[in-house]
């Protein structure tokens, strides 16, 4: 299955400038060929082409479904930009591939890298999205203050990556019992200890991501992976 993206298909019955250019230039389909298309929120449409154009393909719709997430709860990586833009690009792609709900962009006091080009995010979530046939586009946020980040008034398990001594040392594998989750991980020269304490009064619990010290991009991916293996064991 070859499935593309057009958030409002189902108004104009046309693929995007680069879905067209992907459909037609690249994989060469035509008049007539089959192909499914998503809006990014919960459907997919089998569609059929009626003009290849390289620049907008028309379709005509033959049917959709609706398509609800897998891991049947929300799931929030709230991410300090690394200092290395790639990496943050491979945390994005991946956390997508495995499922994620939500990426926030989080500006800490000890960032190194306060802004980055989520228009770059957001088309890499797209081609993650499409290669792992999900229909559900994360949303990707803007940067936003730690402060307004844990003072929002998230509503479900909320944690960060943290390791001091001034904490017990909690497994989020094991801390973590299923249910919406909203995991905080820090910039590479960690969260500050007043950041931590802030977080700590909002209901915030701070946890690690296994014996080793892990890079930023992946202690989020750790996270990520291990909130579907507790969420499904919950579930099941």
Not at 24 to 43: A, S, W, Y
Not at 47 to 58: F, G, V
Not at 67 to 84: M, R, T
Request: aromatic fraction near 8%; include cysteine.
């Amino acid at each position: 299955m070859i499935q593309f993206y057009a958030p409002d298909i189902e108004a104009t019955g046309v693929l995007p400038e680069a879905e067209s250019g992907h459909c037609c230039r690249v994989l060469r389909m035509k008049e007539g060929d089959k192909i499914f298309v998503t809006d990014g929120k919960g459907h997919r449409f089998e569609c059929q082409i009626l003009d290849a154009h390289p620049k907008h393909t028309t379709i005509e719709i033959l049917t959709v479904e609706e398509i609800k997430p897998w891991w049947g709860f929300q799931l929030e990586l709230c991410v300090a930009p690394s200092k290395n833009a790639d990496r943050m690009e491979w945390l994005v792609e991946k956390a997508v591939e495995i499922g994620v709900d939500k990426i926030t962009l989080m500006k800490c006091r000890r960032s190194e890298r306060k802004t980055l080009r989520t228009e770059r995010l957001e088309k890499i979530a797209i081609s993650a999205m499409n290669q792992s046939l999900k229909v559900n586009k994360p949303e990707i946020s803007l940067p936003i203050d730690f402060k307004d980040i844990i003072n929002d008034g998230f509503s479900g398990f909320k944690c960060l990556g943290y390791c001091d001594d001034a904490y017990p040392l909690l497994s989020f594998a094991n801390e973590y019992k299923g249910g919406n989750v909203r995991i905080l991980i820090g910039p590479e020269g960690d969260f500050s200890p007043e950041e931590v304490s802030m977080a700590v009064e909002k209901g915030y619990l701070p946890v690690t991501f296994g014996g080793s010290r892990l890079r930023l991009e992946t202690a989020a991916l750790y996270a990520c992976v291990a909130a579907h293996v507790m969420g499904d064991i919950v579930e099941n």
